[in-house]
């Protein structure tokens, strides 16, 4: 039997190990009155129609103690008046001083005091929407899955809300629109499943609720309470148009044929169109034309260097993240970053009953495709435009089953990749989860797409292969070539399954992933192919009763080891940690980690492991902690040192990796926020590298709407030129130096009606920080307006 049929028997073993669902008292149904007549958002509840509305109590402590009472008052009221929900939190506090609240832009609010609600608008548990407003009236919106365990704040919303602070507390009231949520028209009363939340940071982040939260039963939108009412509601035309504009000029400096330097100006000037369309209640269209979908605000900092692997960065772009989470599945197969800029873009997604799905079609004026591998995987440009689309289709078979499909294409002149993929989730009771992902890929690149990766002193241009073994740096051949040198059209296969078991006290997994070496997800981000890899780990919990100054102790173990598609040897490892949360929301983390891995190939221009590697017995160490000791101030750090692989030179090293940040808010408009990354490598007794990345973002926030943000950017890198074995001296910069600034101003009246006005500039040099000399320099700005019928 092979590895892979071993492991799936083991699957299907303890597939049948379900057994009947632990029994749960679902809380009394919350019933919604219909009111009529104006409400204002103010916070201040003083219309009469709040004197009719069902008020409920959310003195219940979920976390981190197990469903005890509140040591505070919390009560929520709820409306509706057939087309908006109004929701007002009177949230009671004994000592106001003590509140937590900043004006904040959307979404960045965790961590303060927060009231809301989760809504499951069609009460299947598989999803929910998520609803958070802090005492000063700052939105946080999003999504959680309850199918992908993901939690995500992309999804934005049009809504109102309000807060203020008095001497018992603060209010908060919300109006929720209903054209805003999916929900089954059809239903003349509709029942949703609800939650109502209060986030209560002090020395201890308590989270109160209305409900109780088992928890040995891992699914939480299971155990929402529900809500009837909403009479024959209606979503109307669920139509949003936005027009916007982008201009701008960009200068950078270019060396002229005669060795001067001159700036070179690019100015643009973009109109743009997105609709939203609720087409039916169900169906939501989202189409655009000539988008801007470039991102206003800097990516966040990161290192990349002594890394073989690309790196991955989140979708910001409005676009694509609408409704997101239809797209997703155990595989990356659908990674928007990955399409640069579009003429054009149309969204289809909707949900009917038991089935869900979503379609995306753009076209990219510029094809990047990661050409992924199990040594290194690197960013291949293919000239010309290509053609992108997804689907996924989801279906509900009962409340425990959920099977789904997912196909991805590209396609440019002489260029194509499809994927479709089968993957299914069993609920086996309240503990046990068991899911499984199997994919098909046929793919036809460019006939001399792999002359990219090619050494640029190449005799052949890597037409025919060496026919002496040589390194990476000798040799015209690597990975890359060799993944990317394909004469036809070829097919590859990957899969996945995973066991999960969670209660209260312990939570072990078993999972598999094989990648073979022909598979390709160019739509998605996958990194790695030619691999497969088990991985069994587990954890013990336990809980401290109130008034202790710790909370929570987690002890986890992990081992996990991979192969490459002819059963070659590439790593085995084995992980053992302490997780312990204590008072003033601090936690501390303590790993150890011990592996053999194989470095760099030794003849590059072999895909070979065996022989062809060297194994290395790697031991690292890892301290994580923060801790918010005072209002509005948190301190976080993350070190890590131990043995190492200098890949460039294919031997072993040692590194130290420390990662400590600081977030402070000086007062309610003014915060401040500072990352420092600092990476070194030592081999054969010598520095190899020193790398130093300094993040400072600043922000000032005038209002909930409004706010000024500064960014700055430093990358401080030293190398040893003479430390390298493989590369001439005369190659290698002993100093790189550069910063990249941006001075950013928004103003939202809504997720999609806003003004951004910005200036970003970047600076290098190989010498001093004084030497530093400007290349480019960029002003641009934005007005985008949402018509809302």
């Not at 079609?361 to 990661?370: A, E, F, G, H």
């Not at 909930?704 to 005369?730: K, M």
Request: net charge negative.
């Amino acid at each position: 039997m092979s590895f892979k049929q071993t492991i799936i028997s083991a699957f299907a073993a303890l597939s049948l190990t379900s057994v009947a669902f632990a029994s749960t008292q679902s809380p009394s149904p919350i019933e919604i009155p219909r009111i009529s007549g104006q409400i204002t958002i103010d916070a201040k509840l003083d219309e009469p129609q709040w004197q009719n509305a069902t008020r409920v109590k959310m003195n219940n402590i979920t976390r981190p103690y197990d469903n005890i009472p509140s040591p505070v008052d919390t009560e929520a009221l709820l409306m509706e008046d057939g087309g908006i929900f109004y929701i007002a939190f009177i949230a009671q506090d004994p000592d106001p001083s003590q509140i937590r609240a900043f004006l904040r832009d959307r979404d960045r609010s965790w961590g303060d005091d927060l009231v809301g609600l989760k809504i499951d608008s069609f009460n299947d548990q598989r999803t929910a929407y998520r609803f958070m407003v802090n005492p000063l009236g700052a939105q946080i919106d999003g999504i959680e899955s309850e199918v992908t365990k993901k939690e995500s704040d992309s999804w934005d919303g049009i809504w109102q809300s309000a807060g203020q602070i008095n001497e018992q507390g603060y209010i908060v009231e919300m109006a929720l629109p209903l054209r805003i949520l999916n929900f089954n028209e059809d239903i003349d009363v509709q029942t949703w499943g609800i939650e109502l939340l209060r986030m209560y940071p002090r020395e201890e982040q308590l989270r109160l609720s209305n409900i109780h939260l088992s928890r040995d039963n891992n699914c939480e939108i299971c155990q929402l309470a529900t809500a009837t009412g909403f009479s024959g509601a209606k979503q109307g035309s669920n139509l949003t148009i936005t027009p916007a504009l982008v201009v701008g000029r960009t200068q950078t400096l270019e060396t002229q044929d005669d060795g001067t330097t001159d700036w070179i100006t690019d100015d643009r000037t973009e109109p743009s169109l997105d609709v939203r369309w609720g087409i039916t209640p169900d169906i939501l269209l989202n189409a655009t034309l000539n988008p801007d979908f470039s991102t206003v605000e800097t990516d966040q900092a990161r290192l990349n260097i002594n890394n073989t692997f690309a790196l991955r960065f989140e979708e910001k772009r409005p676009f694509f993240l609408d409704n997101q989470d239809y797209f997703d599945s155990n595989y990356n197969l659908v990674y928007t970053r990955n399409i640069n800029a579009p003429n054009y873009g149309a969204k289809l997604t909707g949900r009917k009953e038991d089935h869900s799905f979503g379609l995306f079609m753009t076209d990219d004026k510029s094809t990047n495709i990661l050409i992924p591998g199990n040594r290194s995987s690197s960013i291949a440009e293919i000239e010309g435009e290509s053609k992108a689309a997804a689907l996924r289709y989801r279906y509900n078979l009962n409340p425990n089953i959920t099977l789904g499909w997912v196909s991805t294409a590209r396609s440019a002149e002489d260029y194509q990749n499809q994927v479709h993929a089968f993957d299914a989730r069993f609920r086996l009771n309240t503990n046990n989860v068991f899911k499984f992902q199997t994919l098909y890929s046929q793919t036809l690149y460019p006939e001399d797409l792999f002359k990219q990766f090619c050494n640029d002193d190449s005799e052949n241009g890597c037409e025919q292969p060496p026919t002496e073994p040589c390194t990476y740096a000798e040799c015209d051949y690597n990975e890359r070539v060799l993944r990317t040198q394909k004469d036809d059209t070829f097919s590859g296969n990957a899969f996945t399954a995973g066991y999960y078991y969670n209660d209260s006290d312990w939570h072990y997994r078993m999972t598999y992933r094989q990648n073979d070496s022909d598979f390709r997800a160019d739509l998605g981000f996958i990194s790695q192919v030619d691999y497969a890899k088990v991985e069994i780990g587990g954890d013990r919990k336990w809980y401290a009763q109130p008034g202790q100054w710790w909370t929570k102790l987690k002890v986890y173990s992990n081992w996990d080891k991979t192969e490459n598609d002819a059963g070659e040897f590439i790593e085995e490892e084995i992980e053992f940690g302490v997780h312990l949360d204590a008072k003033y929301r601090s936690h501390v983390i303590l790993g150890f980690e011990t592996k053999d891995k194989v470095g760099s190939r030794i003849d590059a221009s072999s895909l070979a492991i065996d022989d062809n590697t060297d194994v290395f017995d790697i031991t690292r160490y890892r301290i994580r902690g923060g801790i918010k000791p005072l209002i509005g101030l948190n301190f976080n750090a993350d070190l890590s040192f131990g043995d190492t692989i200098d890949y460039a030179s294919n031997r072993a090293g040692d590194s130290t990796n420390f990662t400590p940040s600081i977030g402070w808010n000086v007062n309610r408009h003014l915060e401040l926020k500072i990352k420092q990354i600092y990476s070194d490598l030592r081999a054969d007794g010598a520095d190899v590298f020193t790398a130093r990345l300094t993040d400072l973002r600043t922000t000032f926030q005038f209002s909930v709407q409004s706010f000024v943000r500064f960014s700055f950017i430093y990358n401080n890198t030293d190398r040893n030129p003479y430390n390298y074995i493989y590369v001439n001296p005369a190659d290698i910069s002993a100093k790189t130096r550069d910063v990249s600034t941006e001075l950013l101003y928004g103003y939202k009246i809504n997720p999609q009606t806003v003004v951004y006005l910005g200036y970003s500039d970047h600076h290098d040099t190989e010498l001093a920080f004084a030497d530093l000399e400007q290349d480019q320099r960029n002003v641009f700005a934005k007005f985008s307006y949402a018509w809302v019928k």
